[in-house]
């Protein structure tokens, strides 16, 4: 068959093959699907790789690879971690998602004993856990040593002894898995702090899925589904006793954070809302969330920061992640927050050498799912195997602020030197581990397939008295550039991802996920959830200034292709009165200085640097980009056609500047483009986000944006009196930016004055571009926010350049003296000053945050208090 022979074809390595046997038979689970899958590879691999990545792109699946903060274990001192992309701000960018349109497929009857030994090591982790904030019988009897457990930065010491602690059971695990060259699974490492990419599998299903329809609907595939709708009630299921209706949110990093999309994607999916630290208050004992004028309780936090920045107040005191006081409510009971925090303890992989006697004590089992062989270096014999063998192993840390792990055999003969100081100068710190020689798995590379080695995340979810495993996870791959670098597998760092296939030999029927409530009732249903979410301070922030940054972006466009038609009707000529006016118009505006120093020479680079120069202040790009960033921010709260919308517009402007020779028509053609994405972001705002809080305060920032936009327009351009046709040409290009053109034609048909274009785009009430028709709307948006009174600051503002705007006389602004407009220029001048007066109060009523923590101390470079 052309698969088995492909696969024949592809480089060959000493390990497991996850597609064919030892006899050259394909394996139980791949057989069923071969037929489909060699007239895919044959004639469609190049194009389901274009069309995955479109995919991912359309839903903006991004991941943000850690700082280069963490300096390597086999690092000299003062040395440096790997290079990472930067923004000028210091923050790392993200990159595209990767994904494998082949996905790793696994037979159900293999996958049923990989899953049984993955719930029952969650129990075990459990049990593990609830001893070591609880009786510590294990360290007491030295079941587990000491020096492993209180030298690893997650064993938070103000949480042990508490019986409220101790009793919660830990919520869910991950565990990255690798087959050995007998083709045996084997743990890899943990993942209890806050294990990542449950979401990233589900995104990676619905691409694959939609990339390879025909297979993926004849495969007798198991389901995604059931693990979120388990995980969804198990979360309402842990709250407090005595709390009926529980709130439930998720608490990110931000973001900035490594796997914002995944937080995001997760939160969105289980109905539950995605908030920061700062969005969460800490009152008499309890965990409230911040909405406008009020505070609402929270009973549940699903959280995604790690234990130590959860609390300024009792962890580290320059945190601000977390929510200051959290531990106390922990401690009490009034608060539970999953996974438990203090729980990346259980990732200490100085753990690993000690389970299977652990399993037997605790379980009274044997350990079904061994890990890699581990030696903790604290033992003299396990630390003098590894010393001998440091160019054969994996050299780890029990704790991350020890230092990254790194394999030995990519260290040169000094570096390895150096590393067995570090570990003889203190051993119980590290353990060395087996280097797996990773099964391999065929992998689509441009037109054929190729091996690549890979390594699986599962996952299991608390589910009644036991744990549920998601049928299906997410698989990484590694490429000869990770291989070199010596880049760990069962690290997160952006490789090529791969869905999870989990295949029975007959049709799968979706099993039915059961919760039980306290009293034994079965929860086949969550209560609803409150919509508060869109009062959230900082969502309001986030939102209102996406629809400012949108409105800005397409005004400026609006703007620039105006004078792109006067310069080519012009011929270019930088003589041409009305072109000059447009040219300092367009700087002015977008603030973009110096602007057209030389226009003859600089008008097109300058054109292409206002779309394409993203760290270029006022520019399209920059409020495109800064707009992106505001999205990010809600990204629970905004349609997933926004993506697609903005994932246009960044195609456009890419095709833009990858022709640096273009003469201006593909200028054209990609500021149209871009200004028709912008439309679109529009209309989803308008007909499919739900009139609520977070809704007006977008509409409120894209009216005062308008409003901000026209009245800089006429500014530049009106308040200085020009020879006739020149005004005409001006004229028509203001009308034109404004989108007002044809009414303006259609109305004053044969007036054409600076008094006709300020009574259009300022003083009438029912154009929808004019300044007092952004008035009303933007007073109407505020008086729909809860707890608005009729006399708050912004309205009153409002009230105040709304008459001002109505007793204004056209005419009489429109009189010239000496060239000059200077009424003019004054009245404009106000309403603009008025209008950011305007944007601050409503920061101040609707959007305040809250005070900024500050440290009781300060910490040095060495960790003592100064």
Known sequence: MAAANQSTAMDRQPAFDEFVAADGTVRQGWSSLLDGLDDFADTDLVQAQREVARLLEDDNVTYTPSPASA??????????????????????????????????????????????????????????????????????????????IFDHDEYLRPLVGSEVVASQRLFMIAADLGRDSRGEWKVISDRTQAPSGAGYAMQNRRVVSRVMPDIYHHANLHRLTPFFHAMRLALVDAAPGGVEDPRVVVLSPGMHSETAFDQAFVASLLGFPLLEGSDLAVRDGRVWMRVLGKLEEVDVILRRVDSTWMDALELRPDSRLGVTGLMECVRQGTVSVLNNLGSGVLENPALLPFLPELCERLLGQSLRLPSVETWWCGDQAARSHVLNNLDSVVIRPISRGHGRSVRGAALTNRQRELLADKIKAAPHRFVGQEMLHLSSAPTSQEDRLVRRNVVLRSFAVRSGGSYTAMLGGLARVTDDTSERRGVLVSEPNGQLAKDVWVVASEPVTAPRIVVRGRAGEEMGFVPGMSASIAMVPRVLSDLYWFGRYAERAEDLLRLVLATRTVAIESDLDVTNGALEVLLRAVTHISTTYPGFLNPRVEMMPEFRSMLLHRHRTGTVAQSLGALSMAAQGVRDQLSEDVWIVLADIERALAALSANPDDQGLQLTEASERVLSGLLALAGIATENMVRDPGWYMLDSGRGLERALQILALLRVTLCRERAAETDRLVLEAVLAAAESIVTFRRRYLTRSSVDAVLELLVIDPVNPRSVAYQLQRIRTDLRALPNTSPTARPLRLLDGMAERVRIADPVALAEAHHGRRAPLEEFLTELQGQLRMLSEAIRDQYQQPPPTQRPLFRTDALGGSA
């Open 71 to 148: 300096v390597s274990i086999a690092d000299e001192p003062n040395g440096h971690g790997p290079s990472t992309a930067e923004t000028p701000n210091g923050l790392v960018e993200s990159r595209p998602w990767r994904l494998d349109p082949l996905p790793l497929v696994l037979d159900d009857r293999e996958w049923a004993g990989l899953e049984a030994g993955l719930v029952q090591r969650a129990e075990l982790l459990d049990a593990i856990l609830a001893d070591l904030y609880g009786a510590r019988r294990l360290l007491e009897r030295r079941h587990i040593p000491t020096a492993a």
